[in-house]
């Protein structure tokens, strides 16, 4: 059975930089494309990152150049760093094994507010 289980999330002010992580566990990690997905308030899911095999990564216009996405295939772990957060950057995360978010974790807070 496929276990995503993400965690690092928190409070954090504009400027800021928080780095998620996701335990991945039962899915075969190393030879799949892994991806990170987002949910605002209020809003649907929206796509944030996709890390292909080895290790380079895609990123949605509103993330790209303050987000860095990156994998450890030895460990199964999915990461996402993200600085110079926006208060618009707050949502919960979730990393999944699709773009679309259908197979997700349970996700981590992120909140970006003074």
């Known amino acids: 059975q496929v276990q995503l289980v993400e965690s690092g999330g928190g409070l954090v002010q504009p400027g800021g930089s928080l780095r998620l992580s996701c335990a991945v566990s039962?899915?075969?990690?190393?030879?799949?494309?892994m991806h990170w997905v987002r949910q605002a308030p209020g809003e649907g899911l929206e796509w944030v990152s996709t890390?292909?095999?080895?290790?380079?990564?895609a990123y949605s216009a509103s993330v790209k150049g303050r987000f860095t996405a990156s994998r450890d295939n030895a460990k199964s772990t999915l990461y996402l760093q993200m600085s110079n957060l926006k208060s618009e950057d707050t949502a919960v995360y979730y990393c999944?094994?699709?773009?679309?978010?259908?197979?997700r974790g349970q996700g981590t807070e992120v909140t970006v507010s003074s």
């Open positions: 039962g899915w075969p990690f190393s030879t799949n494309w």
């Open positions: 890390v292909y095999t080895g290790g380079t990564a």
């Open positions: 999944s094994t699709d773009p679309k978010g259908m197979q």
